[in-house]
């Protein structure tokens, strides 16, 4: 789908890998990663879809835009109040204005029956509905991402190029599980791979990327290489959907500076995660790749 071209040269070791230009669904990982759920929806024939995540969730705007391509129905449960969502623009507007039914729920704790309880209310209107979990943290979710880096090797093959490191930013882990299956069917076999954490801490998040990174290999028939799964939680700033003032600064200035936009959710921390550990470790040297997961609608909304 994504050609080499969309990989934006930095310096002479640094490349970008421009998912935040994906043509679909408002692009980004999370718009590469519905495209291939789609395709399952599809097939199973639903007519309505159940999925949750943040007022800003990325996931959420790809899933209602897909809903209303499609003309189907639609409920997103997000965590939170109405009142604070209404004042949101960003990926918040297009959820509104997508048709959507959001119901609200102010325990995350709450999110699991709200689910469960709009998948019963479309089964008694004798509806089919899908069950999508948060982030597209689903097998078709990293199927994207093995595919993906069939662009990457075409990159690599035409510029006589392989990189040593891929960062990026680091979520429900599907990504990175997908990233890294990926770089094992096509035998990358020195790459590593290093999640740079927006919200879970380095221990829960890495368990989760390093289980479904064996289950993605095993589902999909690629040989494991067994890689190490790393995500880095050193660069979190208190948390999800929180930033320091430097952080802030180099999201502001990133458009002048770099040529595409970074948000201080995502894309940014990652950026600045990678700058740090580079500097840190001395790797100005080695082959990088910056995945650019996005974040465009995040971007507009700070």
Known sequence: MMSFKLISKLSENLVVFRDDLYPFLGGGNKGRKMDFIGKDILAKQANALVTTGGFQSNHC???????????????????GSKEEFEKQSGNAKIMRLSGVAIHFVEQASAIGLAMDSAMQQYHDQGDIPYYIWGGGHTLEGGLAYIEAIEDLKNYCDENDWKPDYIFHASGTGSTQSGIMAGLDKL?????????????????????????????????????CLNRESIVLDEYLMGGYAKYSEE?????????REYGFTLDTCYSGKAFYGMLEYCKQHQLEQKNIVFWHTGGIFNFLAE
């Open 61 to 79: 705007r790809a899933v209602a835009v897909f809903a209303a391509q499609n003309k189907m129905k639609c409920t997103l449960v997000l965590h």
């Open 187 to 223: 035998a990358f076999e020195h790459t590593k791979v290093i999640g740079i954490s927006v919200g879970r801490k380095a221990e829960q998040a890495t368990k989760i990327v390093d289980e479904f990174y064996k289950d993605l290999c095993e589902n999909y028939h690629i040989s």
């Open 247 to 255: 952080l802030k600064e180099l999201c502001l200035n990133s458009i």
